[in-house]
Nanobody, 113 residues
Framework: QAQLVESGGGLVQAGGSLRLSCVVS????????MGWYRQAPGKQRDLVAT???????SYVDSVKGRFSISRDNAKNTVYLQMNSLKPEDTAVYYC???????WGQGTQVTVSS
């Protein structure tokens, strides 16, 4: 079973930036597609961005042009660079390893107006 550990969340003002990291262990990371999700209070968990083993990426419309997903296979890490943050981006952010349906514990992102 894979283990995923997120970090990098915090409190930031609107317009600011954060970079989230997710370190993966217990599996061959380089061959796996990964995703970032977020869950706001009282809402369902929604997909934000994905990256395949060949670095093909996709984004939900609300973050296109502001967020960027990337990976470093040497560090078994997937990143989510978040720029021009808005209050509506406030949520707990989770990474997911699709092949094993493994999730991290989440990291809180709070954007103040």
């Amino acid at each position: 079973q894979a283990q995923l550990v997120e970090s990098g969340g915090g409190l930031v003002q609107a317009g600011g930036s954060l970079r989230l990291s997710c370190v993966v262990s217990g599996t061959i990371f380089s061959s796996k597609s990964m995703g970032w999700y977020r869950q706001a209070p009282g809402k369902q968990r929604d997909l934000v961005a994905t990256i395949t083993s060949t670095n093909s990426t996709s984004y939900v419309d609300s973050v296109k042009g502001r967020f960027s997903i990337s990976r470093d296979n040497a560090k078994n890490t997937v990143y989510l660079q978040m720029n021009s943050l808005k209050p509506e981006d406030t949520a707990v952010y989770y990474c997911r390893l699709f092949a094993l349906n493994s999730w991290g514990q989440g990291t809180q992102v709070t954007v103040s107006s």
